[in-house]
């Protein structure tokens, strides 16, 4: 029975890109909420997150996870506050964490919820810094690349949602940081908001010869959120016994990108490359977090975002994100 | 001061190969011995060891290892019986494997040899099933790969010295073995001779589609002797949390192979790549022969073999080695 008393806007997947996304990808609809039963609550949406990893799960056949379905609403995380509950444990006004993105209002079961604390850091914050993305970071540095004192790390898409966790963390942790982005401002970013010991532009300089000016030692640890070119440089500057959290392959995403041509190394070096989705992770959200809040709280931590305003504008950010360009540093937000 | 009694054959690196070796990279040379001082031993080998990792010793530049030097003798594991001695420790007559290949006659440190038990078995079998060769696939799986019972295997270059005796292992350990070689015979020795579940010839048939029909749940492990067009194929078929252990890269020892296309199956799938040199785990002989002497005495491992007659014929050898034909099953020795 429809909730007489409102509708959702929904941003569905109308079709799958071939290479680049486009506008003709997506379709903004309005459809009718269902009249609450017990244990469910209406959300209203205050953001919502775009992702990389989204492209994925946007092309035909097998994926990681449960790829979009065609012509139904996409997914993905958001924030919002309970708007009518029937269920005693989500008031209303409560803040809460869904994967119910790409929409403004949504009906859910209370228990597919998850509450935010809103006094502890603005909502936002638990898409990017406390969220899945700062997740990813932590775990990549501790869990995979088990990330000690003192050892050199480079991190690529470093401006980005994880590179930019994945950064302060490092430094954090008393390690040299060497950064790369795509942008001069994000390179500026980079060294003067998140103080790492070294940060290049990736697409003006040639990636082997930056690192070995900043690591002329090699790389313990590269936590890898590009894949192609990037990682092929970090191949061949890695110290023996270094470890290469494969986390991202961005370069790739709208269209396969050769693999490295010295792969080799990682015989020759005794490598460990090890891939990374947070989805393997989310038991350590609590560890996570009783370190993350602290230190978001005392200021050693930026949350650095970058807010869209209206639902409307997603797909274009989510495009515009996946080339990389200028206009988003750190996590990118719909604010709705 | 020259020992004048006797004189030593031994093959000299004379020229770094481009691309494929050829004869004209070696020579054989007659040198004289110097006589022993204390502590010395002087030994005549009866075996010594031709490896494909040892391409990699040709090259210019940089390697993992030392290269070799360019107008000294090559070297590499032997093993051969003392005929004089100034160490009470290594009377004549005693079996010892040292790094001394590659030469009839040597004289050394003592305490720069290790001594074998030819009692327990054939004295090459120090350098194949028992050697650096035997260690490699036991460290590769039990160390590297963390091989339990009952998983799925997929190993290639699996008649050659190191997969024989991986295939063999992981038979004994429970596993469902897949392995892959480069000729008919192979094929028949795998099937055959060392039972593994499932053998191919790799230049007869697509390795993919291969493993499709062999393992449709999909790879737990792979061990990789190859890199190449095989790696490729394992990258498509790995389950989830799969590991590669890297041990090999005989595809481009000759000349440089392109990197996988699908490299970002490794986050996708999270799979841990981890490269294998056996030199960081020599620790681990004493462990491994505990296990392996009784399996080899007992029978449930096979040494196998390929012995070419006459130092002289090392480079033939070697050569076709990396061609990776008909010629060589198993561990490839030069008796002298």
């Known amino acids: 029975m429809p909730n007489s008393n409102l509708q959702a806007k929904e941003i569905r997947f109308a079709s799958c890109p071939q290479g680049e996304p486009s506008q003709e990808n997506f379709t903004l609809t309005t459809v009718d909420l269902p009249e609450l039963q017990p244990g469910e609550v209406l959300v209203r949406n205050s953001f919502f997150s775009i992702d ?54 949504f009906v859910s079961q209370a228990s597919q919820l998850r509450k935010i604390d809103a006094t502890q850091a603005p909502p936002s914050a638990y ?20 990330i000690k004192e003192k050892e050199t790390v480079f991190i690529s898409a470093a401006a980005g949602a994880v590179g930019s966790v994945a950064c302060q963390l490092a430094k954090l942790y008393g390690c040299q940081v060497i950064a790369s982005a ?18 290049y532009n990736y697409r003006e300089s040639e990636p082997l010869r930056q690192l070995e000016i900043a690591a002329p030692d090699g790389l313990h640890v590269y936590f890898d959120n590009t894949a192609g070119p990037q990682l092929e440089a970090a191949l ?15 370069a790739g995403y709208n269209a396969p990108s050769p693999g490295p041509k010295n792969l080799h190394q990682v015989i020759i070096r ?20 009783d370190e993350m809040i602290p230190l978001l709280r005392a200021g050693k931590v930026l949350h650095q975002e970058t807010v869209v305003d209206g639902i409307e504008k997603a797909p274009d950010a989510f495009i515009s994100l996946l080339q990389s360009g200028d ?10």
Chains 1, 2 share one sequence.
Request: glycine fraction near 12%; aromatic fraction near 8%.
């Open 327 to 336: 206009a988003h540093i750190g996590k990118l937000v719909i604010h709705v």
């Open 236 to 250: 061949g500057v890695m110290r023996n016994h270094g470890r290469i959290v494969m986390c991202g392959a961005i």
């Open 127 to 146: 898409l990017g810094v406390l969220g899945a993305t700062g997740l990813t970071a932590w775990v990549g540095l501790n869990d995979v690349a088990r």
């Open 270 to 289: 005794r490598l460990r490359l090890q891939g990374l989705l947070v989805a393997d992770h989310l038991h350590r959200m609590p560890a996570f977090l």
């Open 182 to 199: 795509g942008s001069a401002a994000k390179v500026a970013f980079l060294k003067n908001q998140l103080h790492v010991d070294y940060a």
């Open 52 to 105: 990389p990893y989204m492209r994925g799960r946007m092309n035909e056949g097998k994926s990681y996870i449960l790829p979009f379905a065609l012509g139904k609403a996409l997914d993905g995380a958001a924030v919002g506050q309970v708007v009518q509950s029937r269920d005693s444990g989500f008031p209303p006004s409560a803040w809460v964490l869904s994967f119910c993105g790409w929409r403004d209002y």
